[in-house]
């Protein structure tokens, strides 16, 4: 079995029906609006990683093969990915409070028949939904809090995003395994998918409520451009989620080599359809800023050691050391713990150093990663344990001061009326990030695992290319603009 860790309706109302102001909203409202779009980010983010704690126990008791149980977690990341720039470019068109809430209900619902599925099939059907919910949710946050937030509030408002998104997965484990040794009501696994709905029925009825609404006037949805994108982008991820397990078999070659031909004929169509003056899915005029092309990058090589790191150390400290998911969870929580301290100092460094952060961040991280691979071969699987905690105060640390000036950087330079589709990509590179990270990260481990290593030189030789990633990324952040943070 493999483990992988590879992140609201409204009814129509009369003033969906016009262009909607350019007045930037209230300073309460905008503030009121923080913790509904948080707790959608958090609910997206948590469900991408707490599933991997129960998947032996839904294996069980569903009676699900090995296949279907990777689907479960394959299915969410894959519908994800695929769909975030059409989802960004949606909110655009429709409203993104409105497609934020489509999304949140969406998600809702399919949590609600994960925890409920009395057969793996529905299941991994439901997930498929929830992927693509959390695409409608993802971007359409972000451009939410790039057109209601300005100047040093929106780096404050990024910093509580990037906050969520940190404490969501590096507690998942904690939670999922909290949820499954409490066994409410005899539901056992389940819980960790019930767990979602009364945090996405409070905020959807909060949401009309506390959200001011916005979208880009005239905008329509590219068609063409969609089919391109999400074929494109379906032939990437789907090897990439799929190739290990299966020993990579002919189709996944054959999809990753039609994926760059898909996405250059998307980029050209694009083109073609802007010098037209068309509307198109992704304007070709974002990757002028330097901030966001330069940012895209940057945020790609961060995202490809992210996931990676969580899946490798989860496998080191359950089927390595044999901790228990509430064991393993408590080691995680070090890692929150610095990730926290960093976040809330976020803003204020963000500001005064801009992508300086970036790169001090990475370097954090890169050392993190070196001091617990020194700590891993002085202990291997049995030895002390707290020997870890050094190491992962300074990962935490270093993921809390990258991803705010990261995000920063490129919305501080967005356009509003394309807050969509810039975030629909960024959104969407996080993700392909997480999912090229964990396919080559799993390559490193499993093959050394494969090859008799155990799980500690597994560990041990997966830090050193992550760590090696996280030098790349204090390069590229030379890239970005000086004062990208600050705009």
Do not use: K
């Not at 299915?75 to 989802?87: E, M, P, Q, R, W």
């Not at 880009?216 to 999400?230: C, I, K």
């Amino acid at each position: 079995m493999r483990n992988v860790t590879s992140l609201r309706i409204h009814p129509p109302t009369a003033e969906l029906a016009q262009p909607l102001a350019s007045a930037p909203p209230r300073p309460t409202t905008a503030w009121a609006a923080l913790p509904v779009l948080m707790a959608g980010t958090f609910v997206i983010v948590l469900d991408f990683f707490i599933v991997n704690v129960a998947l032996p126990a839904i294996q069980s008791d569903l009676g699900a093969s090995t296949s279907l149980i990777e689907w479960v977690v394959a299915g969410y990341g894959l519908t994800f990915a695929v769909l975030l720039i059409t989802a960004g470019r949606l909110g655009d068109r429709i409203g993104r409070r409105r497609a934020f809430s489509l999304g949140l209900g969406l998600f809702t619902l399919a949590s609600a028949i994960c925890g409920l599925a009395p057969t793996a099939e529905l299941l991994v059907v439901a997930r498929l939904v929830q992927g693509a919910a959390a695409a409608l949710i993802s971007p359409n946050v972000l451009a939410i809090v790039g057109t209601i937030y300005h100047g040093p509030e929106r780096v404050r408002a990024i910093t509580v995003y990037g906050m969520v998104m940190g404490v969501a997965a590096a507690g998942a484990q904690l939670l999922g395994g909290l949820l499954i040794q409490a066994d409410v009501a005899g539901l056992g696994w389940r819980t960790v998918f019930l767990i979602n709905l009364p945090v996405g029925l409070v905020a959807l009825v909060l949401a009309p409520r506390r959200i001011p609404e916005s979208r880009s006037p005239g905008s329509r949805l590219d068609l063409l451009g969609t089919l391109l994108v999400s074929a494109g982008l379906a032939a990437l991820m789907l090897p990439l989620v799929e190739g290990r397990a299966q020993g990579w078999p002919i189709w996944t070659w054959l999809c990753l080599g039609a994926a760059p031909v898909l996405l250059g004929l998307f980029a050209l169509q694009q083109r073609r359809l802007h010098r037209a003056g068309g509307d198109p899915l992704l304007d070709p005029t974002l990757f002028r800023e330097r901030a966001f092309s330069a940012g895209l990058l940057t945020q790609l090589t961060f995202w490809g050691g992210q996931a990676s790191f969580f899946l490798v150390l989860a496998l080191y400290l359950q089927h390595g050391r044999g901790l228990d998911p509430l064991q393993a969870g408590l080691i995680f929580t070090i890692l929150a713990g610095a990730y926290l301290v960093t976040s809330l100092q976020a803003p204020r460094l963000t500001l005064q150093y801009g992508r300086r952060l970036v790169a001090l961040g990475a370097l954090t991280l890169a050392l993190g990663h070196l001091l617990l691979l020194w700590s891993v071969l002085e202990i291997g699987t049995r030895g002390w344990i707290g020997l870890l905690a050094p190491g992962l105060v300074l990962v935490g640390a270093g993921m809390g001061l990258c991803i705010t000036p990261l995000v920063s950087t490129i919305l501080g330079v967005l356009d509003p009326r394309r807050a969509g589709a810039a975030s629909g990509a960024l959104s969407t590179v996080q993700q392909v990030g997480n999912a090229l990270g964990v396919a080559l990260t799993g390559l490193l481990f499993f093959g050394a695992i494969g090859s008799g290593a155990d799980y500690s030189a597994a560990f041990a030789l997966s830090l050193a290319q992550l760590a090696l990633l996280l030098v790349g990324v204090a390069g590229l952040s030379r890239l970005l603009p000086p004062g990208g943070a600050r705009r």
